[in-house]
Nanobody, 126 residues
Framework: QVQLVESGGGLVQTGGSLRLSCAASGGTFRDYILSWFRQAPGKEREFVVSIRWIDGFTYYQDSVKGRFTISRDSAKNTLYLQMNNLKPEDTALYYC???????????????????WGQGTQVTVSS
């Protein structure tokens, strides 16, 4: 059973940086795509970025391109999200999620994912 545990959230001022981590266990992650989603109060869960574990192929939501960087450490089975130049609209609960890379589902939709972490809060003050 795949387990995902996020950490690294916090309170930061506009323009600041944070690095989120997602410790993954219980799976052969070369067969997975791992993603970050976020959910602000009163809003739907939103796709942020994904990475295909086996080759590092990435896909970013337009609003975070150039500011956020996803990466993974295969030796540690850990996913990262480096967030720079943070804006108040980035404030949300950030989730790590995993799905098999063999799925034909739209990876930008939460329904495509089988496994989720508990989330880590990111708050950006103006």
């Amino acid at each position: 059973q795949v387990q995902l545990v996020e950490s690294g959230g916090g309170l930061v001022q506009t323009g600041g940086s944070l690095r989120l981590s997602c410790a993954a266990s219980g799976g052969t992650f070369r067969d997975y795509i791992l993603s970050w989603f976020r959910q602000a109060p009163g809003k739907e869960r939103e796709f942020v970025v994904s990475i295909r574990w086996i080759d590092g192929f990435t896909y970013y939501q337009d609003s975070v391109k150039g500011r956020f960087t996803i990466s993974r450490d295969s030796a540690k089975n850990t996913l990262y999200l480096q967030m720079n130049n943070l804006k108040p609209e980035d404030t949300a609960l950030y989730y790590c999620a995993a799905r098999t890379r063999y799925s034909s589902s739209d990876g930008r939709r939460p329904e495509a994912y089988n496994y989720w972490g508990q989330g880590t809060q990111v708050t950006v003050s103006s």
